[in-house]
């Protein structure tokens, strides 16, 4: 993060990880209602979000936390629990709060006041909501509303202890939140400052004595100081002696500038429109183990150059450049990486809202959240997973009354995991449902024409049907699902990522979809190989093996390329044709056997060069119809090598080997 980040930029990131432990607050609030650890973290996440947000100049931010923060203090009291109604309301709440941050000009105070409003209403108990509904307008006038409380004087001690600033902590801040009480007299006493020359910068050496009049309880006083009780000593006492008083600057003022005149801060922040993060936590060891290879980089160049003036041989240096080279990388790749449970936590609440919607008990099982991943791919992995996810709940698990005809308990499962194989990472989402229904889906393949009657199918080969454009074995069109939309773009999502998707089902168990992913998007260790005077990149994960094309073998191709692989048939496809390479190929041509969802399939070459680690540059627009290709590398002489896109071409091999049996049948039949 540089130096002149924006500070409005900064809340709005601090903010995102408050509404993040709220709602996750919230959620386990709701199967734990006893649980007061949790009920004080979300009350903690509510008071700084307030606090914070006044800050910056959110003003209608904190007003609003200040309301929601309010009504869930009786939650926190005792005085009202956390039942379900009351949970996803403040879950309403809390959305309401993200727009008015992330989204200003789209928060509509009608809707925040309405939220409120019921929010009250659920704390204060069905007493206090029938009382209220039961007054009229003549009664409101024959019955004037009660007075409001007689405000009170109370003396407030503080002494901070000496390492408060150095903690994150501004005392001028606890200030600007008790004058927002009521009208503070305040006095500072620096009798325990030392002189100049002793004084440590970073020390808090001054105790403040505040008169503050309030209409409102003690309780509110003392959570004031709800983060920083640890690092002071705090009195609060009933008296009206007023101090001997001090100018104080107001913290706000201190801290944040003002806004232009007749702006506030979060408007100005509304003009600019919200942008994604684009900053990163980084652990301080990483960025010292980078810092030791930057170093020896440059004492090895260093040499490199002296070697190079003088003429001798400078082998030696060039592979330790190289071996420094690939540990810079490994840890800036280690730097991109993040735990996948940052991802994991948003599809709690998803679940939370199917389970309302759908009217069925789900609970969602999260495995190997401390799994890492590059952080692009876990930000393009949130809408697959919701489509996924969503068809788990809605498709897949049952309704309570079917699960218990079923012999199984009314709570279904979704299980999210994640774990490393190799040099990919597998996410699996599985459910306790039904199971996929392979007859229904044959039948709906026949009806669509997408399968012709008869036609002999595999198992995995019916599951690869659910990823059609338009495929759906829903009987009615839902708010959630029966359109056809959804799976297909779930598949193209993961294709370009270069991942792949097997699905797993068993008729009255469940069904588990699979999503195998490579570590990272900007690096990928890759098979060299030569076409003609082409060169390209194979993806090393989907590489199974290398054979040699016989003459034999080439001899026989004529129409349908097979391959004998030890017993199995496999399609070639000659990447010379299909390229449209003129000349003649090598004699001793060579066979990449690769894979993609339990799919081989040959890709004949005129020489395998050797493995190679690839940086993955984008193609342009100019290139977007060439979809045999999903990206491009330079190579050591400075050429350029394209990157196949193995699923296209295995899809393209089984495309075109469907043709040739549609001939040689139309041929039979003609016979």
Known sequence: MTDNADPVEIFRQEASELLEQLEAALLDLERSPDDRNLVNSAFRALHTIKGSGAMFGFDQVAAFAHEFESAF???????????????????????????????????????????????????????????????????????????????????????????????????????????????????????????????????????????????????????????????????????????????????????????????????????????????????????????????????????????????????????????????????????????????????????????????????????GEETELDKTMIERLADPLIHVIRNAADHGLESAEARRAAGKGPLGHIRLVARHAGAEVLISVSDDGCGLNLAKIRAKAEENGLVAPGAVLSEAELHQLLFLPGFSTAQQVSALSGRGVGMDVVRRAIEGMRGSIDVASQVGKGSTFTLRLPLTLAIIEGLLVRVAEARYVVPLTAVEECVELSSEADARSRGRSFLNIRGELVPFLRLRELFGERGEPDPHQKVVIVANADVRVGLVVDQIIGSHQTVIKSLSKLHADAPSFSGATILGDGAVALILDVPHLIASGQAREARLQAKQAKALEAA
């Open 73 to 367: 203090d009786r939650v926190r009291k005792g005085d009202a629990a956390p039942e379900p109604d009351l949970i996803a309301i403040a879950l309403n709440a809390k959305d309401f709060l993200r727009t008015q941050i992330e989204k200003p000009e789209e928060a509509n105070a009608v809707i925040g006041m309405c939220i409120l409003s019921d929010l009250r209403k659920l704390v204060q108990g069905p007493g206090a909501v029938s009382a209220l509904a039961s007054v009229t307008p003549e009664s409101a006038a024959a019955s004037p509303a009660p007075p409001p409380p007689e405000p009170k004087a109370w003396r407030v001690g503080m002494r901070f202890h000496k390492d408060v600033l150095v903690n994150g902590s501004n005392p001028l801040l606890l200030l600007d939140e008790l004058r927002t009480l009521g009208d503070c007299q305040v006095a500072v006493d620096v009798e325990a400052t030392p002189p100049l020359d002793e004084m440590d910068p970073t020390a808090c050496y001054f105790t403040w004595n505040v008169l503050l009049e309030t209409a409102h309880p003690k309780s509110e006083i003392e959570d004031v100081f709800i983060f920083v009780a640890g690092d002071m000593e705090l009195s609060i006492e009933e008296g009206a002696a007023p101090p001997a008083v001090a100018a104080v600057p107001s913290a706000v003022a201190a801290v944040a500038p003002p806004p232009a005149a007749g702006e506030s801060a979060a408007e100005g922040a509304a003009k600019k429109g919200p942008k994604e993060s684009a900053t990163i936590r980084v652990q301080a060891e990483r960025l010292d183990e980078m810092m030791d290879q930057v170093g020896e980089l440059v004492i090895a160049q260093a040499r490199l150059t002296q070697l190079a003036a003088a003429g001798a041989n400078a082998k030696g240096v060039a592979e330790e450049i190289e071996r420094l080279a690939s540990s810079l990388r490994d840890a800036v790749m280690g730097i991109r990486m993040l735990p996948i449970g940052s991802l994991f936590g948003r599809f709690r609440r998803l679940v939370h809202d199917l389970s309302r919607d759908l009217d069925k008990e789900i609970e969602l099982i999260a495995e």
